[in-house]
């Protein structure tokens, strides 16, 4: 009962429409064929799995990797070859209804001789999160893309988009913050930005503090390292209390962005050209500004954030 109460959990979650237990050679004419290829292609045993040996146990139809497109999610026992550590292994497999492309390919090992509802809910979820991840990555690239073919079509440098990003001064008052400061590597930051904030958001609403301004991220290193990079994780706040800090980042380029977040590593390009084409060089951490907070807004278009460069006259 309760393997069927989370994979129900699980048709919620996902927005899925229909599910049949069993051959997917019912739902979906040739399902079962692609399914099997999709195994044997991403065989590391040496050659050893057969077609007989990979077994349809679930079909869910929905959208998982992405809102909007209808797609299948199978999983499917592959007999008779251990997963590493000599447990069983179970392929969970996600395909495009109308093309049958393979979207995602991903194995666990099966701890039991029956289907556990619950390790397959967290597997399942935890996947559907990669491949979020990895959808977003390939949008920001995708859109990048195509403001470089834009720009090419149009005689226009590579780069040209920088001469569309405004830089002015401003002067940054000495603002409190309550912080937390941490390693981050590159593929973390997302689950960063939720973690740190949601504490930080915590503790004002406990000790009943007031923000000052809006939640900021200050970059104390500008490079990754082995260990991640510097990364603060800020809210400013009106009056000092136990692990707050102040902050005078003092002279600074400003840039004031509107849409989506991938557009600041082109902000910091155009900033640090600016200061070295002006005699200007940096004097602290780069920091960002939230304006808008991204679970308040529809589109990424609307997003509003500061991004501000600390610099002296050499």
Request: proline share 4%; hydrophobic share 40%; charged share 25%.
């Amino acid at each position: 009962m309760l393997a069927m109460f989370t994979v129900f959990a699980l048709f919620v979650l996902t927005g899925c429409a229909a599910t049949v237990e069993g051959d997917g050679t019912q739902i979906l004419s040739g399902l079962n064929n692609r399914i099997t290829e999709t195994v044997l292609e991403n065989d590391e045993s040496g050659g050893t799995v057969e077609a007989a040996d990979v077994a349809i146990e679930q079909t869910f139809y929905g959208s998982f990797s992405k809102p909007g497109v209808q797609e299948v999610l199978v999983v499917c026992k592959i007999l008779n070859t251990p997963h590493t550590g000599g447990l069983g292994r179970r392929a969970i497999i996600i395909l495009e209804v109308d093309s049958m492309d393979i979207v995602a390919y991903d194995e666990i090992p099966i701890e039991s001789g029956e289907l556990c509802g619950e390790k397959l809910y967290v597997a399942l979820t935890n996947k559907r999160e990669d491949i979020k991840k990895l959808l977003h990555e390939q949008e920001k690239r995708l859109y990048q893309l195509e403001c470089d073919i834009s720009n090419l079509k149009n005689g226009k440098p590579i780069m040209s988009y920088l001469d569309d990003i405004d830089v002015e001064f401003m002067e940054v008052p000495m603002m409190c913050l309550l912080s937390v400061r941490k390693m981050v590597q590159e593929d973390n930051f997302s689950d960063e930005y939720s973690v740190c904030f949601g504490k930080l958001s915590d503790r004002i609403r406990k000790e009943n503090l007031t923000m000052a301004n809006p939640p900021m991220v200050l970059f104390h290193s500008n490079a990754f390292s082995p260990f991640g990079l510097d990364t603060e994780f800020a809210v400013p706040i009106e009056k000092y209390v136990t692990g707050t800090r102040d902050f005078r980042a003092g002279l600074c380029l400003k840039t004031v962005v509107k849409g989506r977040y991938s557009m600041l590593s082109s902000v910091y390009a155009k900033q640090t050209k600016w200061a070295e084409q002006n005699g200007y060089e940096c004097t602290g951490a780069l920091f960002e500004v939230y304006v808008t907070d991204p679970s308040q807004v529809a589109e990424e278009d609307e997003l509003i954030t500061e991004v501000y460069y600390p610099i002296r006259k050499i």
